[in-house]
């Protein structure tokens, strides 16, 4: 027979101003403990919903929310372990709290191993109870704060548009992003040669690791490699402490070189020798430090007539230019135009806290006329301008007053 829950009038209770949306499903085959424990925790405010055994807890999980189970560890039809291991396979981010009598505890210490937040012994002392619960909901409220933070920013960097070309970028993309191939982005100034970059990653099985980027134009020659590589401490003479590189901070993620038709020919060759070796070594070190990288790279220059003028390495350009990937130019996809500018349209009403503007069918056939050098970089400006000078609904002659 499984021990009663004993009751603390001493109860400590722990200020969450969450609780009364949180939701907890408890899981037990035993009445007498789900009353008991439902009875605390509706006293606390929060929802609670209950399951006899671990077959109904996951029906229950499947079917609904919920930011907490407290499951029991020995049921039948399907124990505790058995539901964590199936919720954890579909993919269900509720967090677990294990309770178990004294002979299951050692279980319950594995069960935290393999992905449930706590284990509560029974019979539970409350205080711990009731604090395990709201250290679970804080976990539970960060978890899902990650993942809408994720999602803001996968759209941030989303690629919009329905046109052939963009088609084949996309293409492409699918192909070669779960692969580890190097990939060479190519393309003109604010064609969205990082989102092409992005998009690989996100793509790729190293989309949970680090995204780290380098604008090569941007980063004086003669510190590129300290940026790239990291530096020892003395160095050189600002060197004061040691620094760690792009290549190391990106380990087992992805690096991105952006402009890397920009690169000096010396950084090119340390390189080279990190894509043919997996090493590099720090400025000012000797010590050759072993990194697992993925690198994509792009460019705005034609890289075969900068070979052609000895300014970037034949052997590298080969190297990075497994797949090439033409980023086409925003006259080249026209069409998409509308698309960019209602999503351009969304972003900015975020951001600025304000409702959402209009283009009128005149202004969006303005905008598809011109001839767009600075690309969709210059169109998300142009964008941007005319929410803030016009009117709720911009027209075709604010677009003609506001273009230039």
């Not at 539970?124 to 009731?130: E, G, H, S, V």
């Not at 992005?198 to 690791?209: K, L, M, P």
């Not at 993620?253 to 894509?275: H, N, P």
């Amino acid at each position: 027979m499984k021990e009663r829950v004993r009751t603390n009038s001493l109860i400590t209770h722990f200020p969450n101003p969450l609780k009364s949306m949180a939701k907890i499903l408890i899981i037990d085959d035993e009445q007498s403990i789900r009353s008991t424990l439902r009875e605390i925790l509706e006293y606390e405010k929060y929802s609670i919903e209950e399951a006899k055994d671990g077959q109904e807890g996951l029906e229950k999980l499947i079917a609904d929310k919920f930011d907490i189970a407290l499951c029991d560890v020995k049921m039948p039809k399907m124990d505790g372990i058995e539901l964590l291991e199936r919720v954890q396979m579909a993919g269900i981010d509720t967090q677990f709290i294990m309770i178990s009598a004294h002979g299951t505890i050692e279980t319950a210490v594995d069960a935290t191993k393999m992905g449930a937040f706590d284990f509560v012994p029974k019979p539970p002392d409350l205080n711990r109870l009731l604090l395990t619960v709201k250290n679970a909901l804080d976990k539970s409220s960060l978890v899902t704060e990650t993942k809408t933070l994720k999602r803001k920013l996968s759209k941030k960097y989303e690629m919009v548009g329905e046109s052939k070309a963009l088609a084949e970028v996309k293409e492409m993309m699918d192909k070669v992003g779960p692969t580890d191939a190097r990939v060479l982005i190519t393309g003109p100034n604010g064609s969205g040669k990082e989102l092409v970059a992005r998009g690989i990653h996100e793509r790729s099985n190293r989309a949970s690791t680090p995204f780290v980027e380098v604008n090569c134009a941007a980063i004086p020659a003669e510190l590129i490699e300290s940026e790239l590589f990291g530096h020892e401490k003395g160095a050189f003479t600002s060197a004061h402490k040691q620094r760690i590189g792009k290549f190391e901070q990106a380990n087992e993620g992805t690096l991105f070189l952006d402009e890397i038709g920009d690169m000096s020919l010396s950084a090119q060759a340390k390189v080279l020798r990190a894509l043919q070796e997996h090493k590099i070594t720090r400025v000012g070190g000797d010590k050759d430090i072993n990194v697992n990288v993925r690198v994509l790279a792009a460019t705005n220059k034609d890289l075969r007539k900068e070979i052609a003028e000895n300014r970037f390495r034949e052997d590298l350009y080969h190297r990075l230019s497994v797949i090439v990937i033409q980023v086409p130019p925003l006259k080249d996809r026209k069409e998409d135009i509308p698309m960019l500018v209602d999503k351009f349209l969304d972003d900015i009403a975020d951001e600025y806290g304000t409702k959402k503007k209009k283009v009128s069918a005149d202004g969006l056939k303005a905008l598809q006329a011109y001839d767009w050098s600075g690309n969709i970089r210059e169109l998300r400006n142009v964008t941007e301008r005319l929410v803030i000078m016009c009117g709720d609904e911009i027209g075709e002659e604010d677009v003609k007053k506001y273009l230039i």
